[in-house]
C-alpha cells in the first residue's frame, strides 16, 4: 500500500501470457482482455462492514484526481493514468478494475494514489460508520477537503504480448480505530472528524498507509 485506499484481493501481483485469461482478477466485467494491466480493489476488512466489535463502515469514497501506474521505462504515461472518478465501497457494490490496455511493456515499480476534490464531491474523501460504546452506538463521518497522495511500491512486469494484474487493498481499521471518538464535536448527524481538527493530521498519515499492494504470497 509500500512507501483517498478503497482502500480491496489476496492474491496481487500476477502475470500472464494470453493462452491464460481465466486467471486474471476480472471478477463481473465479461471477458477479459488478452493485453495490458489491470488493477483490482478490495477492502480489508471487508466493507461495508465491522473493522472490530466497536466500529463498522457503512461506507468510504475517495476523489481520486488521478491513479497513476509509473513504468521505469517509461514514467508519466497517459496509458497508465486514470482521473477524476469516485473509488467508493457502499451498499450499491465495490469498486471495478481498472483496465489499461494500453499500457507500455516494462517493468512497473510505483502507483500514485492522490485523491482531492476535483469538482465530483466537495471532499477529497468520506468514510461513514458507528462507534459502540457502553453499549450505545453512535453514528461518524470522517471526511477532509485537502488533498491527500500516496505512493505504492510494486515490482510487476508486463512484457510483450501479455497481461499483468495487480492488487490494491485499503486496510481502514488502524487508521479509523486510532480515533478517539470521546473528543468528537458532534451535530445532527452524529460524531464527525473533518478538517482542521487536529486528530485529523494523525488520520492522514495512517490514510495514507492503509493503501497496499497485495504480496502474491498473501
Same mark, same amino acid.
Given at each position: 500500500? $509500500?512507501?483517498?485506499?478503497? #482502500?480491496l484481493?489476496? &492474491?496481487?501481483c500476477?502475470?500472464?501470457?494470453p493462452?491464460? !485469461?481465466? @486467471?486474471? =482478477?476480472?471478477p463481473?466485467?465479461?471477458?477479459?482482455?488478452?493485453?495490458?494491466?489491470?488493477v483490482?480493489?478490495?477492502?480489508?476488512p471487508?466493507l461495508?462492514?465491522a473493522?472490530?466489535d466497536?466500529l463498522?463502515v457503512?461506507?468510504a469514497t475517495?476523489q481520486?484526481?488521478?491513479?497513476?501506474?509509473?513504468?521505469d521505462?517509461?514514467?508519466?504515461?497517459?496509458s497508465?493514468t $486514470?482521473s477524476?472518478?469516485? #473509488?467508493?465501497?457502499? &451498499?450499491?457494490?465495490?469498486p471495478k478494475p481498472?483496465?489499461f !490496455?494500453e @499500457?507500455? =511493456?516494462?517493468m512497473?515499480s510505483?502507483?500514485?494514489?492522490?485523491m482531492a476534490?476535483?469538482g465530483?464531491s466537495d471532499?477529497?474523501y468520506?468514510?461513514h460508520?458507528?462507534?459502540?460504546?457502553?453499549g450505545?452506538?453512535?453514528?461518524?463521518?470522517?471526511?477532509?477537503?485537502?488533498p491527500?497522495?500516496?505512493?505504492?511500491?510494486c515490482?510487476?512486469m508486463?512484457?510483450?504480448?501479455?497481461?499483468?494484474?495487480?492488487a490494491i487493498s485499503?486496510e481502514?481499521?488502524?487508521?479509523?480505530s486510532?480515533?478517539?471518538?470521546?473528543r468528537l464535536?458532534?451535530d445532527a448527524g452524529?460524531?464527525?472528524?473533518?478538517?482542521?481538527d487536529l486528530?485529523?493530521?494523525?488520520f492522514?498519515?495512517?490514510?495514507?498507509?492503509?493503501?497496499?499492494?497485495?504480496d502474491?504470497d498473501d
Amino acid at each position: 500500500m $509500500r512507501s483517498i485506499g478503497v #482502500l480491496l484481493l489476496v &492474491a496481487a501481483c500476477q502475470n500472464g501470457s494470453p493462452t491464460a !485469461p481465466d @486467471a486474471l =482478477i476480472v471478477p463481473d466485467s465479461g471477458p477479459p482482455a488478452k493485453l495490458g494491466i489491470y488493477v483490482a480493489w478490495s477492502a480489508k476488512p471487508s466493507l461495508p462492514g465491522a473493522l472490530d466489535d466497536k466500529l463498522t463502515v457503512s461506507d468510504a469514497t475517495f476523489q481520486l484526481s488521478q491513479l497513476e501506474l509509473i513504468g521505469d521505462a517509461e514514467p508519466g504515461s497517459e496509458s497508465t493514468t $486514470r482521473s477524476k472518478y469516485l #473509488l467508493a465501497w457502499n &451498499a450499491q457494490g465495490t469498486p471495478k478494475p481498472e483496465v489499461f !490496455p494500453e @499500457a507500455p =511493456i516494462g517493468m512497473y515499480s510505483k502507483i500514485t494514489v492522490s485523491m482531492a476534490t476535483v469538482g465530483l464531491s466537495d471532499v477529497a474523501y468520506e468514510i461513514h460508520g458507528t462507534w459502540r460504546d457502553g453499549g450505545v452506538t453512535y453514528p461518524f463521518r470522517i471526511d477532509d477537503r485537502l488533498p491527500l497522495r500516496t505512493t505504492l511500491d510494486c515490482q510487476q512486469m508486463l512484457t510483450a504480448g501479455s497481461w499483468a494484474s495487480i492488487a490494491i487493498s485499503v486496510e481502514l481499521q488502524d487508521p479509523i480505530s486510532h480515533v478517539d471518538f470521546k473528543r468528537l464535536p458532534s451535530d445532527a448527524g452524529g460524531l464527525f472528524l473533518s478538517t482542521g481538527d487536529l486528530q485529523l493530521v494523525d488520520f492522514r498519515d495512517r490514510l495514507a498507509k492503509a493503501f497496499n499492494v497485495n504480496d502474491s504470497d498473501d
